[in-house]
T-cell receptor, first 113, second 112 residues
Framework: GESVGLHLPTLSVQEGDNSIINCAYS??????FIWYKQESGKGPQFIID?????DKRQGQRVTVLLNKTVKHLSLQIAATQPGDSAVYFC????????????FGKGTTLSVSS | DADVTQTPRNRITKTGKRIMLECSQT?????MYWYRQDPGLGLRLIYY???????NKGEISDGYSVSRQAQAKFSLSLESAIPNQTALYFC???????????FGPGTRLTVL
């Protein structure tokens, strides 16, 4: 089964609201996590990453939170804009260097004006 | 990103045909990957390569083969295409670790 998953397949928000996209993972050996954004007709685009020795990391308008106790990862988008509408994937890397990422199924974020 | 290019972008083929999808990168990365994306299933790893002489099977390698012709080129072949291989295929690259993989624009493959 999936090692990485998302709580909700879709999320609808109003422009200007803050969005929170959640992801649960099951492998405690995972040491690195990434959030990707995929717009329609395009490949996934790197947003932000976090190592397992961190709890929080901030980027431009985005914050990733990692709770290793409950194996939970979240992506927070501040002041959500219509251009944020996309599918968001979390991905994990298991072990040192790892082989490749394991992706969750994705959450579709829809932002209405 | 123009750094990772895939050809063709769209392809329609028939059951039983052999087809090759190509990926080229100008990022200078050693690691390259092929993923398949199906609706509601996210991205699943087909094959990956850490360098020119290294090829590894991923989660769903059956029915596929790959060739790493050079550091910059990694091609995916379907030896005998079948309809359930209809999907969106992505190539990706990364540096020494899988972190921050860079994806190509994808190839939409339809097998009739």
């Amino acid at each position: 089964g999936e090692s990485v998953g998302l709580h909700l397949p879709t999320l609808s928000v109003q422009e200007g609201d803050n969005s929170i996209i959640n992801c649960a993972y099951s492998n405690s050996a995972s040491d690195y996590f990434i959030w990707y954004k995929q717009e329609s007709g395009k490949g996934p685009q790197f947003i932000i990453d976090i190592r397992s020795n961190m709890d929080k990391r901030q980027g431009q308008r985005v914050t990733v939170l990692l709770n290793k106790t409950v194996k939970h990862l979240s992506l927070q988008i501040a002041a959500t804009q219509p251009g944020d509408s996309a599918v968001y994937f979390c991905a994990e890397n298991i072990g040192q260097a790892g082989t490749a990422l394991i992706f969750g199924k994705g959450t579709t974020l829809s932002v209405s004006s | 990103d123009a750094d990772v290019t895939q050809t063709p972008r769209n392809r329609i083929t028939k059951t039983g045909k052999r087809i090759m999808l190509e990926c080229s990168q100008t990022k200078g990365h050693d690691r390259m990957y092929w993923y398949r994306q199906d609706p509601g299933l996210g991205l699943r790893l087909i094959y990956y390569s850490f360098d020119v002489k290294d090829i590894n099977k991923g989660e769903i390698s059956d029915g596929y083969s790959v060739s790493r012709q050079a550091q910059a080129k990694f091609s995916l072949s379907l030896e005998s295409a079948i309809p359930n291989q209809t999907a969106l295929y992505f190539c990706a690259t990364s540096e020494g670790t899988p972190r921050g993989q860079f994806f190509g624009p994808g190839t939409r493959l339809t097998v009739l």
